[in-house]
């Protein structure tokens, strides 16, 4: 019943996939773009300290490069949803990856606060045009029961990006300088731009592109449609409540709290940064194959993600003195989880839509997260700089005491979104209910799961006898 409910509510795939070889090379084109935009997008949590230095800034000075870039990443998701259902995704992806490279170029040469945040703004802009074109590009070149799928496969691919800042970039920074680390990022967004000129395409041959309503009146009519529509907001808190605790780690004070609070090596971070980004590839596909299977128990799987990162929280900001390595491995797992757990909202959004609204859906979507932690991450160098100024660290402006301070603020986001989901949920539900379609109690699900297995086990004994 729950794969055929989710397959009544979809209506953003075609009913018959692509020759196979020709959708992943589309597909794979797309991720080099989106790796591309996850390695700029986290390139600026590795040089933290440096940054410091560079631009003689305090800790929220420096938290303000990420929020602004952060800032203008969600400000423009919206917009830029409403752009990929106009323009389709070659244009979207090639013009981010000009954008980010014109950033990081700005960036290498700055040598002032001004213009590092200028480089980022841009950086920001680009990236906010890359994300949702590549997953628009899912539903038009493969069958709907492959979208979660490949959708997971999308994001976990995604996370080499980040690989590739935590080792080669920050190889490059520490060896040969602030300067060329930047200049070889923007020659990364030169190569993206040349793939996607000329290899991407927005549909496969001989399909025509949807259509998204043309005008200023039918756009904002359709943008309210796709906001009025009670999936599309579950969508949104799902990305919002597990998506920005990994973000805030990876992007920006991650890195300082475990180098400056924990004690620990460079060598060592940059092992758990890729036991990070590990972790979350390893994870998306189960995540995408539970979302196939089980499309009525998306928002289950969001909550329990919700409650493991508060609790692995806990533990390492609970524990007197600093943690243990496997405590802080045991965390960058948990983290790591929350990215591809986070991909569920775009699922929610590509169910509940049409497939002309799917940029826009997507892109309310992909705002959640990233505003959630716009203000972690300002709210944390807020935090520090008080704590700083107040004499409470001891002259230690990234001490582990006011690390543990600050680093709680996640709690309070990481309950919002549980409570915002819940409410949503609520509403799906009822609308659900009056398509036909009712949730069954989780025991009733697991008790008729069982059922089923025993079952088919059951016949595959027999068919061996």
Known sequence: MERAAAGARTGAGHNKEVTAPRAWLIWTIG????????????????????????????ASAISFFTVLQLLVYAGLQI??????????????????????????????????????????????????????????????????????????????????????????????????????????????????VVLVILLLQDVPPGTERPQAQQGLKATGASLARAWRQPGTRLGLWSH??????????????????LISGQGLAAGTVAALMALYVAAAMAVGPFIGRFVSRHPLR??????LIAGATAGAWAAVLLTPGRSPLWLLAGLVVVLAI???????????????????????ATGIVNVGGFIAALVAIFLIGLVLDVLYASGYSNGELYGLDPFRIAMSVQFVLLGIGAVAMLVCRRKVRRQ???????????????????????????RAAASDD
Do not use: C, K
């Open 31 to 58: 991720i080099f773009g989106y790796l591309v935009a996850v390695s700029q997008r986290t390139s600026f949590g590795v040089v933290g300290l440096e940054a410091t230095e560079r631009f003689h800034a305090s």
């Open 79 to 192: 917009p830029v949803g409403l752009l990929v259902d106009r323009f389709g995704s070659r244009a979207m992806i090639a013009g981010g990856a000009v954008l980010m490279g014109l950033g990081q170029l700005q960036l290498a040469f700055a040598d002032s606060i001004p213009g590092g945040v200028a480089g980022r703004v841009l950086v920001g802009a680009g990236d906010a045009m890359t994300f949702i074109s590549v997953i628009r590009l899912i539903p038009l070149w493969f069958a709907p029961a492959r979208v979660p799928l490949v959708t997971q496969l999308t994001g976990m691919s995604g996370q080499l990006g980040q690989l590739f800042s935590v080792l080669p970039f920050a190889f490059v920074l520490h060896t040969a300088g602030w300067t060329p680390a930047f200049l070889m990022l923007a020659g990364m967004s030169g190569l993206a």
């Open 240 to 257: 919002f409540t597990i998506q920005f605790s990994g973000t805030v780690f990876a992007m920006t004070w991650g890195y300082p709290f």
């Open 298 to 303: 998306r928002s289950t799987m969001v909550l």
């Open 338 to 360: 929350g990215g591809p757990g986070s991909m569920i909202g775009f699922d929610f959004a590509r169910t509940f839509n049409p497939a002309h609204r799917i940029g826009a």
């Open 432 to 458: 659900m209910a009056a398509q036909g379609v009712v949730v069954p109690p989780l025991r009733s699900a697991l008790a008729r799961q069982r059922r089923e297995n025993l079952a088919r086990r059951s």
